[in-house]
């Protein structure tokens, strides 16, 4: 991971919210895979879009004017579509990739979404619906929502029930709060969760703790990340930074279901630990 991709990550969502800049925060995440990648490039080219789509919309006023122009311009020109071959591959939740390779997954293409519109002076909101991602018109009178992985389709409430039967197989009930909106640093927690789930399933456990370590820099309240941390840094043979994780753990969390389990895992550490440093004596 690059440090200082980290770094600038760091200091972007340390931000109060309305200052984070979402895509600049979400191509930093891609840095810290590549560090030789440029977000200022990447910032260029969503700048140039943005200028070659306000051409076209000098006299919108409607919400819908606005919709069907960027439609039109992402998915249609551009050629943005979801990646439906390859919808678990970790390139669609990196935004330059996603950029480069004009598809994703609906997060990333959301993202793109807002922030086009953001360019163009036209607000958009993230809607986090469980196991999909949505944008919709901040404007009240703006009444549907925007599936960018279906290449801008427009969904009214009926149709946002009947994907999250379709997601779930009725075994989640649809609740009026899946359609809630969902502020900047929630987008990229979810960006990073999704990288996160891709990583465990890959047991590749120092990608996992650099996403880790972001998403607590992103939300420092989740116990259940710091016990994640915890549990990767004992994977990754880092005892001591366990032990303090997973102890920081026990103390939000006293009463926790696994906390018998995690303090037997403190004490064989800590043993561990005292292991080691007997055996560097008698070096």
Aim: charged residues 25%; neutral net charge.
């Amino acid at each position: 991971m690059s440090e200082t991709a980290h770094q600038r990550f760091v200091e972007m969502v340390n931000r109060p919210e309305p200052e984070i800049d979402l895509a600049h925060a979400a191509l930093l995440i891609s840095q810290g895979e590549n560090e030789k990648l440029c977000v200022e490039e990447y910032i260029d080219r969503l700048d140039r879009w943005a200028t070659l789509l306000g051409r076209r919309l000098k006299h919108a006023t409607a919400p819908e004017h606005y919709v069907a122009q960027i439609n039109r311009f992402l998915f249609e020109e551009l050629g943005f579509q979801g990646d439906l071959e390859h919808y678990h591959d970790p390139r669609n939740s990196f935004l330059d990739q996603v950029m480069d390779r004009r598809q994703g997954i609906p997060i990333s293409l959301a993202v793109i979404y807002i922030e086009l519109a953001r360019r163009v002076g036209f607000t958009m909101l993230g809607i986090g619906m469980p196991g999909h991602f949505l944008v919709r018109p901040a404007a009240r009178k703006a009444h549907y929502y925007i599936d960018c992985f279906e290449r801008g389709r427009i969904l009214n409430a009926e149709d946002c029930v009947r994907k999250i039967n379709d997601l779930y197989g009725g075994a989640l009930k649809f609740q009026k709060s899946f359609l809630a909106p969902v502020n900047r640093k929630q987008i990229l927690i979810r960006m990073l969760y999704n990288l996160k789930s891709l990583y465990i399933q890959s047991d590749d456990y120092a990608r996992t703790l650099a996403v880790v370590d972001k998403l607590l820099h992103l939300s420092p309240e989740m116990p259940t990340e710091l016990r994640d941390r915890g549990i990767l840094h004992y994977r990754l043979a880092r005892f001591q930074e366990a032990v303090i994780d997973l102890q920081k753990y026990l103390l939000y969390v006293p009463e926790a279901k696994d906390a018998d389990q995690i303090r037997q895992m403190i004490l064989m550490l800590q043993a561990q630990l005292r292991k080691q440093k007997a055996d560097w004596e008698q070096i």
